[in-house]
């Protein structure tokens, strides 16, 4: 592993909603797409919630983990053809999920033709991370590693530059015990 390759703990995400991740989906507003839904932890937490969504991802195992759990999800990307185009009310990016493919910029212009245009984007940053970081990841489970991917870090002081060349505003960011997000909306 070189050092410019980040991390992806799977079990750090196969356990339960925590106080911490139930703050951030107390931002998502009505259908939510949980984008990078890994195994399904916020998908069925917001389920539990009352929302009504829909979690995808990539690898066909987090998504059998997600349905596993109750949580209703596709093995799709992101980039491909998705249910509901234009009608969802939030998009979630949990976990980091905003650095999909190492250039947040293209991630959020294209979530944005997933939201209604009253809709928003839940995007979770790195509150330790200064500017954007983009470089490899990999995914690691019980001692193996995934092939490298492309993968960026944001932090709090880039998300709205970030946002703006996508064409969204930065509503506000707020702290969740020790997890930082931002809300992404259309301009007003």
């Not at 093995?75 to 905003?98: K, S």
């Not at 930082?180 to 259309?186: G, K, Q, R």
């Amino acid at each position: 592993m070189s050092a410019s390759q980040t991390l992806l703990h799977l079990e750090t995400w196969a356990q339960p909603a925590d106080a911490d991740d139930l703050g951030l989906l107390g931002l998502c507003e009505g259908p939510t797409l949980d984008i990078g839904c890994g195994p399904g932890r916020l998908t069925t937490a917001l389920a539990e919630l009352g929302h009504v969504v829909l979690g995808i991802d990539v690898v066909g195992e987090a998504v059998a983990q997600t349905r596993g759990r109750g949580g209703a999800a596709l093995h799709r990307d992101v980039f491909g053809e998705l249910p509901g185009e234009g009608r969802w009310q939030t998009a979630l990016l949990a976990d980091g999920n905003v650095g999909i493919g190492g250039d947040p910029v293209a991630l959020l212009r294209r979530v944005r033709e997933l939201l209604d245009p009253r809709g928003r984007v839940v995007v979770e940053i790195d509150p330790e991370q200064g500017g954007i970081r983009t470089g490899w990841a990999v995914l690691v489970t019980g001692g193996e590693a995934s092939a490298p991917f492309r993968w960026s870090v944001v932090g709090p002081d880039a998300i709205e530059r970030i946002a703006e060349r996508a064409g969204l505003a930065l509503a506000r960011t707020q702290l969740h015990g020790r997890r930082c997000s931002a809300v992404l909306e259309e301009p007003r």
